[in-house]
């Protein structure tokens, strides 16, 4: 099964400046998707960014950029210009393109945006 | 359009009681998806369907959790003889048919049980 990892249990950053979140994960298979996900304190997930495994660019969504090193196996997400809204627990996430539908999730990472 | 939604928003019962969340879908969305999220951790997939059936319920933790979606639109999770551990966040997502489709979720049904 594949296992994902987000070391940070919390992290905090200052409004304007930029803030990296980590995400490690294991898996055998050559054709995936990997996500970050945000959740607010109101538990409604919503999807920051998206990345599939087979395309070398990294995605990017506006303020929100990843860094996706496949043979590493890791998937980072970079903020930039942190906004208060900002603030919220960030999961990160796998999926399976062959075999795949449910999401495996990380334990989240809690971001503090200060002012 | 509208998005999924969850009902209850939160639900208290005793240990031992039969409980059901009910989870509506986005309109012509055939795929859908139980997910529970403990106090502290992400979301862990419970059961998936496809139209109506259950293409993998591996998820489920015991006997006592079953989910029905009959009309291929909203779907019940039920639980039986409810157990304090049962509490948590039960979350919703539907999405098109495959895996390269994005999940919506729902605002979830937060179980506590006493």
């Known amino acids: 099964a594949q296992t994902v990892t987000q070391s940070q249990p919390e992290m905090s950053v200052q409004e304007a400046e930029t803030v990296t979140l980590s995400c490690t994960y294991d898996?055998?298979?050559?054709?995936?998707?990997l996500f970050w996900y945000k959740q607010p304190p109101s538990r409604q997930m919503i999807l920051v960014i998206r990345?599939?495994?087979?395309?070398?660019q990294n995605a990017t969504e506006n303020r929100f950029s990843v860094n996706f090193q496949k043979a590493a196996k890791s998937f980072s997400l970079k903020i930039s210009d942190s906004q208060l809204g900002d603030a919220a627990m960030y999961f990160c996430?796998?999926?399976?393109?062959?075999?795949?539908?449910?999401?495996?999730f990380g334990k989240g990472t809690s971001l503090l945006v200060t002012p | 359009g509208a998005g999924v939604s969850q009902t209850p928003s939160n639900k208290v019962t005793e240990k031992g009681k039969y409980v059901e969340l009910r989870c509506d879908p986005i309109?012509?969305?055939?795929?859908l998806y139980w997910y529970r999220q403990s106090l502290g951790q992400g979301p862990e997939f419970l059961i998936y369907?496809?139209?109506?059936?259950?293409?993998?319920d591996s998820g489920l933790p015991n006997d006592r959790f079953f989910a029905v979606r009959p009309e291929g639109s909203v779907s019940t999770l039920k639980i039986q003889r409810t157990e304090r551990g049962d509490s948590a966040v039960y979350l919703c997502?539907?999405?098109?048919?495959?895996?390269?489709?994005?999940?919506?979720f729902g605002p979830g049904t937060r179980l506590t049980v006493t």
């Open positions: 997502a539907s999405s098109l048919a495959g895996s390269i489709h994005e999940q919506y």
């Open positions: 898996t055998s298979e050559s054709d995936y998707y």
């Open positions: 990345q599939e495994a087979y395309k070398q």
């Open positions: 996430a796998y999926r399976s393109a062959d075999s795949g539908y449910a999401l495996n």
């Open positions: 309109s012509g969305h055939t795929a």
């Open positions: 369907f496809q139209g109506t059936g259950a293409a993998d």
